[in-house]
């Protein structure tokens, strides 16, 4: 696909001036003076300049810019959250479509339904269905958009009682690739329904989602507990064993890492291996209590932040650690269980890294997200016990490949022990083999085949690409 480091060398002003007169929201060239920060993205490893950055204020403004990026034969690439860790929420050269400012929110408190807007962030959107107690499995750093997030599947801390993000979409409006909108759901468009979840972006820009909402809060037991990493070993196995007889109201993660300057650890651990336990219950504060009671209890704390608290708190607990403007580097594996040769060499992994921020993340799984067959929707990976995210973060770019080949061998040293496939949100490889094993087999042809019906010449190609049978 044709792209250009300059709309205006290939278009002419013309054309862009009758693109401007069609939109009801804002073009963003080169030369305008906030061009630098609109073409900013989440992470900082991609540094990429668009030619064109296309605010949509509406679905009518999405129609028209990839009729647009279609018919010029520019590259395109979709932003709402702009968190793509692989870098597919910006471009060079080409037509970034930015729905960030597309918002809009509608609860039904007594369906228990709520159609949001695919700009909206996890923050935005559980503000609205908090105030009655409601809520969906969310992102775990609540600036994420709430659309890429869900198109990959979206592991959040209601897990394993509500499910993956994707499991609650009741269906959603899509633009496809010749600018046409459909409603995707299990009884319209229902291969595109089934593609989308799991499937992320391919198959057109996703402009607004209808979401099955779950009581949840707005009070909740959760949060954090730190143990020093002279613990380690016991901490991690004690939590795995804690794992095998989990309520299932209980979603829980394991983090090994390097204890930040924060004044909740004693300073003589900051800069030092600490083991995080965080969890959420989704359920009452009492039963909450009891139930998380064990993983308070692993060895001896530096730090318990467990107990109530809103359900909003938690969803944005880690966003001061999480901020734009660093290097960020992600994979991830998928692990049938968690034996005592697969934490040692986490352990070792992790020991052998350089990167100011590096952390390994362990995703208890099961529950609810196990209970629904794997040939439902595109995310197959059903019988995953646990999710491993490698990380390696910089604040600035010295040093950053070689951090990026520590997670790489990271991931290579845990091989033995996983299942194979990948969780695409938790990735920056996106090559053709790469993408192609993230999926089982069957998966991957099904999504080949939606691929083909709904764009069969590869116009959404940023993101972890389905090509098209037709297109190399």
């Given at each position: 696909m044709a792209t250009t480091a300059n709309a205006r060398e290939v278009i002419g002003e013309a054309t862009?001036?009758?693109?401007?007169?069609?939109?009801?929201?804002?073009?963003?060239?080169?030369?305008?003076?906030?061009?630098?920060?609109?073409?900013?993205?989440?992470?900082?490893?991609?540094?990429?300049?668009?030619?064109?950055?296309?605010?949509?204020?509406?679905?009518?403004?999405?129609?028209?810019?990839?009729?647009?990026?279609?018919?010029?034969?520019?590259?395109?690439?979709?932003?709402?959250?702009?968190?793509?860790?692989?870098?597919?929420?910006?471009?060079?050269?080409?037509?970034?479509?930015?729905?960030?400012?597309?918002?809009?929110?509608?609860?039904?408190?007594?369906?228990?339904?709520?159609?949001?807007?695919?700009?909206?962030?996890?923050?935005?959107?559980?503000?609205?269905?908090?105030?009655?107690?409601?809520?969906?499995?969310?992102?775990?750093?609540?600036?994420?958009?709430?659309?890429?997030?869900?198109?990959g599947g979206g592991i959040g801390w209601l897990l394993r009682e509500y499910g993956l993000t994707c499991d609650s979409l009741l269906s959603a409006d899509v633009v496809t690739a010749d600018g046409q909108l459909v409603t995707a759901s299990e009884h319209e468009h229902p291969d595109l329904f089934w593609a989308l979840r799991g499937g992320g972006g391919n198959f057109g820009v996703v402009t607004s989602m209808e979401f099955r909402l779950h009581p949840v809060g707005p009070l909740v037991f959760a949060g954090p507990v730190f143990y020093a990493g002279a613990a380690a070993v016991e901490v991690l196995r004690g939590w795995r064993d804690l794992t095998e007889t989990m309520p299932d109201q209980l979603t829980t993660l394991a983090n090994i890492l390097i204890a930040p300057p924060v004044p909740f650890l004693p300073e003589?651990?900051?800069?030092?291996?600490?083991?995080?336990?965080?969890?959420?219950?989704?359920?009452?504060?009492?039963?909450?209590?009891?139930?998380?009671?064990?993983?308070?209890?692993?060895?001896?704390?530096?730090?318990?932040?467990?107990?109530?608290?809103?359900?909003?708190?938690?969803?944005?607990?880690l966003d001061p650690l999480w901020t734009a403007g660093a290097q960020n580097y992600f994979t991830g594996a998928l692990l049938?269980?968690?034996?005592?040769?697969?934490?040692?060499?986490?352990?070792?992994?992790?020991?052998?890294?350089?990167?100011p921020i590096r952390e390994l993340h362990l995703h208890h799984c099961g529950g609810a997200m196990a209970r629904v067959p794997a040939a439902a929707t595109a995310f197959a990976h059903r019988n995953a016990a646990y999710v491993l995210n490698i990380i390696a973060r910089s604040p600035d770019r010295e040093g950053f490949p070689e951090h990026v080949g520590w997670a790489r061998a990271t991931h290579r040293a845990v091989d033995p022990w996983t299942t194979g496939g990948a969780y695409v949100n938790f990735t920056s490889e996106s090559g053709a083999d790469k993408v192609q094993a993230s999926y089982p087999p069957d998966t991957y042809a099904r999504l080949v085949a939606v691929k083909d019906r709904y764009d069969p010449t590869n116009l959404f190609q940023l993101n972890q690409n389905i090509r098209p049978s037709g297109r190399s």
């Open positions: 862009l001036g009758e693109l401007e007169g069609t939109l009801r929201g804002r073009l963003v060239r080169p030369s305008d003076p906030d061009y630098d920060q609109a073409r900013l993205v989440w992470n900082a490893a991609h540094d990429r300049r668009p030619a064109l950055i296309i605010r949509c204020a509406g679905t009518a403004d999405v129609m028209r810019a990839v009729e647009f990026a279609r018919s010029e034969g520019l590259q395109l690439a979709v932003r709402s959250g702009a968190h793509s860790v692989a870098g597919f929420s910006t471009c060079d050269g080409g037509v970034v479509i930015d729905i960030s400012s597309m918002k809009g929110i509608r609860v039904d408190p007594i369906a228990r339904r709520a159609v949001a807007q695919a700009g909206l962030t996890w923050a935005e959107f559980d503000h609205e269905t908090q105030a009655f107690g409601l809520a969906v499995t969310g992102g775990l750093v609540s600036s994420t958009g709430i659309a890429g997030f869900t198109l003589a651990v900051h800069g030092q291996l600490v083991v995080g336990i965080l969890g959420v219950y989704a359920g009452s504060v009492e039963d909450g209590a009891k139930a998380a009671q064990p993983l308070r209890t692993l060895g001896e704390p530096l730090a318990d932040l467990m107990g109530p608290m809103p359900y909003t708190a938690m969803q944005s607990l049938g269980g968690l034996t005592d040769e697969t934490i040692d060499t986490l352990l070792a992994r992790h020991a052998s890294g350089r990167a």
